[in-house]
């Protein structure tokens, strides 16, 4: 049994999808960003850095609990156990990991801050907005651009296609729209209409519409102010 410490954000449907890819079993654990229980500390014991997703295998290394942050790490663990979306094979699976870790670190933290200037900011600052559009459009860019070359982004769906999904389905947030994109557009209808995707995202859909406007108590548990 695998218990996923989730909300419905981008990082959270990652683990959320791919535990529905490989048609696991597991529970999921509500941690409601908006009321702060990202700081608790029985949440705090199994990610110190307060962040959704994680999980904790019950049947982990040597039989025991085994506790996993950090969502490319949780997509790699479980690839790896159940040999599932990242090959063996040593380009293959090295042309995932390039993928992978560039959503991770620089897909995902980009659009983060563009969604925190653009939408969460309390105060609208011209320039972290200039800078990040800009930001934005280069990621996309280069996305279209091997969506050109190849049907995934490691050449057959992967983790890498789970990590990167949920992003592009918040492009509302970082002000794109997918008719500007036909090769990320093409990519993201097929991904969209499997069912394990379909599956992972539906995950505390009633937890979906969730608010957190600048300066209230929500955003202020967001982001740590509280």
Same mark, same amino acid.
């Given at each position: 049994?695998?218990?996923? !410490?989730? =909300?419905?954000?981008?990082?959270?449907?990652?683990?959320?999808?791919?535990?529905?890819?490989?048609?696991?079993?597991?529970? $999921?654990?509500?941690?409601?960003?908006?009321?702060?229980?990202?700081?608790?500390?029985?949440?705090?014991?199994?990610?110190?850095?307060?962040?959704?997703?994680?999980?904790?295998?019950?049947?982990?290394?040597?039989?025991?609990?085994?506790?996993?942050?950090?969502?490319?790490?949780? +997509?790699? !663990?479980?690839?790896?156990?159940?040999?599932?979306?990242?090959? /063996?094979?040593?380009?293959?699976? !090295?042309?995932?990991?390039?993928?992978? $870790?560039? /959503?991770?670190?620089?897909?995902?933290?980009?659009?983060?801050?563009?969604?925190?200037?653009?939408?969460?900011?309390?105060?609208?600052?011209?320039?972290?907005?200039?800078?990040?559009?800009?930001?934005?459009?280069?990621?996309?860019?280069?996305?279209?651009?091997? +969506?050109?070359?190849?049907?995934?982004?490691?050449?057959?769906?992967?983790?890498?296609?789970?990590?990167?999904?949920? =992003?592009?389905?918040?492009?509302?947030?970082?002000?794109?729209?997918?008719?500007?994109?036909?090769?990320?557009?093409? =990519?993201?209808?097929?991904?969209?209409?499997?069912?394990?995707?379909?599956?992972?995202?539906?995950? +505390?859909?009633?937890?979906? /519409?969730?608010?957190?406007?600048?300066?209230?108590?929500? =955003?202020?548990?967001?982001?740590?102010?509280?």
């Amino acid at each position: 049994m695998i218990d996923l !410490y989730f =909300w419905p954000t981008p990082n959270g449907y990652k683990a959320a999808i791919m535990l529905a890819e490989l048609d696991l079993e597991y529970r $999921v654990v509500p941690v409601d960003i908006t009321a702060g229980e990202q700081f608790h500390p029985e949440f705090l014991k199994i990610n110190p850095n307060n962040k959704v997703p994680a999980i904790v295998d019950h049947d982990g290394p040597h039989n025991k609990p085994y506790a996993v942050f950090e969502s490319a790490v949780v +997509l790699i !663990y479980l690839a790896e156990k159940f040999g599932k979306f990242l090959s /063996q094979d040593p380009e293959k699976r !090295y042309d995932t990991l390039k993928w992978l $870790v560039f /959503q991770n670190t620089t897909m995902g933290p980009m659009l983060g801050q563009a969604h925190h200037f653009m939408v969460y900011a309390t105060e609208k600052i011209d320039y972290a907005i200039e800078r990040y559009d800009r930001e934005v459009g280069r990621i996309y860019n280069i996305l279209e651009k091997r +969506l050109g070359e190849s049907e995934y982004l490691a050449g057959e769906y992967s983790i890498a296609d789970i990590s990167t999904f949920p =992003w592009v389905r918040t492009r509302k947030l970082h002000r794109r729209e997918l008719s500007e994109y036909p090769n990320i557009d093409r =990519w993201y209808q097929a991904i969209k209409d499997r069912p394990g995707v379909r599956a992972g995202i539906n995950t +505390l859909s009633d937890s979906k /519409q969730w608010e957190a406007k600048p300066g209230t108590e929500a =955003w202020k548990n967001m982001f740590g102010k509280n």
